[in-house]
């Protein structure tokens, strides 16, 4: 069945309307070497029944972590999703809803929101978070620009072993040069406190680290925040919120502004979105925080409800007062990481994160057993890096033939790192699973056929 309803007549009124003479007209300001000089190659028409198998047919040549073992990280983690994250989530009242441009006829959204900031800021030990952001790369870019609002500095200080997607976001945030990026090196695998405190003077807004860092280490939080403290400058931290079931919360060491990527709560890897960003600070920046604030409130009958108490963008302000152009909170994404934090509540987020740490530790040991040896001596939570004799993107792309996601080959964001192999292990990842991973690794660089 054709489900296109144009004929050639109604191009033809269509074409007049607009004053064309001819489709191609419409075409005339893309350059010839652009343009496809051939129909389409869309075949036969096809009914319903057929157009789905033929799409399930071609959705199954991609390689997704619920087919295929994967070990893959660097920012987005293959985490176990409970049931009751899609069956709340996927409610029409909050599945269809948008933006809430009219936020007091949308008071369960609001709420939503207002669970998700409440959780955020009792995960991160701040005192207020906003209603998310895009993503955790676009959430370090405004977290930067909020530092310099704060103390209107032109430096900051960034870790080399910050995540280097986001370390792109970063840049390209930035490219009108109104603010320069001091940057640390990666080689040791986490940011050297010495090297920080080289680079940090009284010019910088504010010192961005990310723990654990891209390599999976353990950053020392407490030396840097510190050097931040000693130039006056704000303490910009980027964390994986699974791991603050067993490590430190940033407020401990004196971050200022908590930003991540939200993901890995109950938002699965979906080829790379949607997700969210996370942002908490200290109550004394609310005013500078990016987005939205949700506020919780009486009425006249003394019911509580809720409503935006805060949105510094340009669409409701000034221009030149607005903290950003963030116009959308991924409200469905937040309300998806919030379900999931209330079903995992305070000791199931320490058990989770535990067996996270647990299975990577088992992996590195099992991995060195075979002579495949950790890149950096540093403490990680569940990733790290390994080096491999040979080049880690020959060795992955081996063992693609068993369905084997081995990890992330870093000579692609750095070339002198073609040997390293950025390792990730989550809860789902069963000691069977990580065994198999480690022989066929050690076969793969040890040559035999794998």
């Given at each position: 069945m054709d489900f296109i309803p144009h004929g050639d007549k109604e191009r033809e009124e269509m074409l007049r309307a607009v004053g064309a003479a001819s489709f191609d007209d419409l075409l005339a300001d893309i350059p010839e070497d652009l343009r496809l000089a051939r129909?389409?190659?869309?075949?036969?028409?096809?009914?319903?029944?057929?157009?789905?198998?033929?799409?399930?047919?071609?959705?199954g040549r991609n390689a997704s972590a619920d087919r295929w073992l994967s070990f893959l990280g660097g920012?987005?983690?293959?985490?176990?999703?409970?049931?009751?994250?899609?069956?709340?989530?996927?409610?029409a009242e909050f599945y269809t809803a948008y933006t809430p441009y009219q936020p007091e006829v949308s008071q369960g959204t609001l709420q939503s929101i207002y669970e998700f900031q409440s959780l955020i800021a009792r995960l991160t030990g701040m005192e207020i978070s906003?209603?998310?952001?895009y993503d955790g790369g676009t959430a370090i870019a405004e977290a930067v620009l909020m530092a310099n609002s704060i103390n209107g500095r032109k430096e900051i200080v960034a870790s080399g072993c910050l995540n280097p997607m986001k370390l792109a976001v970063l840049?390209?945030?930035?490219?009108?040069?109104?603010?320069?990026?001091?940057?640390?090196g990666w080689k040791a695998g986490a940011t050297d406190p010495d090297e920080v405190a080289a680079l940090a003077s009284d010019r910088t807004s504010c010192v961005v680290i990310e723990n654990p860092n891209f390599f999976g280490a353990v950053e020392d939080c407490r030396a840097i925040a510190e050097i931040a403290r000693k130039h006056g400058a704000l303490l910009v931290v980027s964390v994986d919120p699974i791991s603050l079931g067993i490590l430190a919360q940033p407020s401990e060491y004196g971050a200022d502004i908590v930003v991540g990527e939200g993901q890995a709560l109950g938002n699965y890897l979906a080829f790379g979105g949607p997700y969210l960003g996370f942002m908490a600070t200290r109550r004394e920046h609310i005013r500078r925080l990016p987005g939205r604030i949700v506020g919780r409130t009486v009425d006249k009958q003394g019911?509580?409800?809720?409503?935006?108490?805060?949105?510094?963008?340009?669409?409701?302000?000034?221009?030149?007062?607005?903290?950003?152009?963030?116009?959308?909170?991924?409200?469905?994404?937040?309300?998806?990481?919030?379900?999931?934090l209330c079903w995992l509540g305070k000791q199931g987020l320490a058990d989770l994160a535990t067996l996270c740490?647990?299975?990577?530790?088992?992996?590195r040991e099992a991995l060195a057993a075979r002579g495949i040896k950790p890149a950096?001596?540093?403490?990680?939570?569940?990733?790290?890096?390994?080096?491999?004799?040979?080049?880690a993107g020959t060795v992955a792309a081996?063992?693609?033939?068993?369905?084997v996601l081995a990890g992330l080959p870093l000579g692609r964001f750095y070339p002198e790192a073609r040997d390293l192999l950025l390792v990730t292990i989550t809860e789902k990842r069963t000691r069977a699973e990580i065994d198999r991973l480690a022989d066929a690794l050690g076969r793969s660089v040890r040559g035999e056929v794998v």
């Amino acid at each position: 069945m054709d489900f296109i309803p144009h004929g050639d007549k109604e191009r033809e009124e269509m074409l007049r309307a607009v004053g064309a003479a001819s489709f191609d007209d419409l075409l005339a300001d893309i350059p010839e070497d652009l343009r496809l000089a051939r129909p389409l190659r869309l075949g036969p028409p096809l009914s319903e029944f057929e157009a789905r198998s033929r799409l399930a047919g071609l959705a199954g040549r991609n390689a997704s972590a619920d087919r295929w073992l994967s070990f893959l990280g660097g920012g987005a983690y293959d985490h176990f999703v409970p049931s009751v994250v899609d069956e709340i989530s996927s409610r029409a009242e909050f599945y269809t809803a948008y933006t809430p441009y009219q936020p007091e006829v949308s008071q369960g959204t609001l709420q939503s929101i207002y669970e998700f900031q409440s959780l955020i800021a009792r995960l991160t030990g701040m005192e207020i978070s906003n209603a998310s952001l895009y993503d955790g790369g676009t959430a370090i870019a405004e977290a930067v620009l909020m530092a310099n609002s704060i103390n209107g500095r032109k430096e900051i200080v960034a870790s080399g072993c910050l995540n280097p997607m986001k370390l792109a976001v970063l840049d390209t945030y930035l490219k009108s040069g109104r603010i320069t990026v001091r940057r640390t090196g990666w080689k040791a695998g986490a940011t050297d406190p010495d090297e920080v405190a080289a680079l940090a003077s009284d010019r910088t807004s504010c010192v961005v680290i990310e723990n654990p860092n891209f390599f999976g280490a353990v950053e020392d939080c407490r030396a840097i925040a510190e050097i931040a403290r000693k130039h006056g400058a704000l303490l910009v931290v980027s964390v994986d919120p699974i791991s603050l079931g067993i490590l430190a919360q940033p407020s401990e060491y004196g971050a200022d502004i908590v930003v991540g990527e939200g993901q890995a709560l109950g938002n699965y890897l979906a080829f790379g979105g949607p997700y969210l960003g996370f942002m908490a600070t200290r109550r004394e920046h609310i005013r500078r925080l990016p987005g939205r604030i949700v506020g919780r409130t009486v009425d006249k009958q003394g019911r509580t409800c809720f409503c935006l108490t805060l949105q510094t963008r340009e669409q409701h302000i000034r221009r030149e007062k607005a903290t950003s152009n963030i116009c959308s909170n991924q409200a469905l994404a937040a309300l998806r990481a919030a379900v999931y934090l209330c079903w995992l509540g305070k000791q199931g987020l320490a058990d989770l994160a535990t067996l996270c740490l647990s299975k990577a530790i088992y992996a590195r040991e099992a991995l060195a057993a075979r002579g495949i040896k950790p890149a950096f001596d540093k403490p990680c939570f569940k990733e790290f890096a390994v080096r491999l004799p040979v080049d880690a993107g020959t060795v992955a792309a081996r063992l693609l033939d068993q369905r084997v996601l081995a990890g992330l080959p870093l000579g692609r964001f750095y070339p002198e790192a073609r040997d390293l192999l950025l390792v990730t292990i989550t809860e789902k990842r069963t000691r069977a699973e990580i065994d198999r991973l480690a022989d066929a690794l050690g076969r793969s660089v040890r040559g035999e056929v794998v």
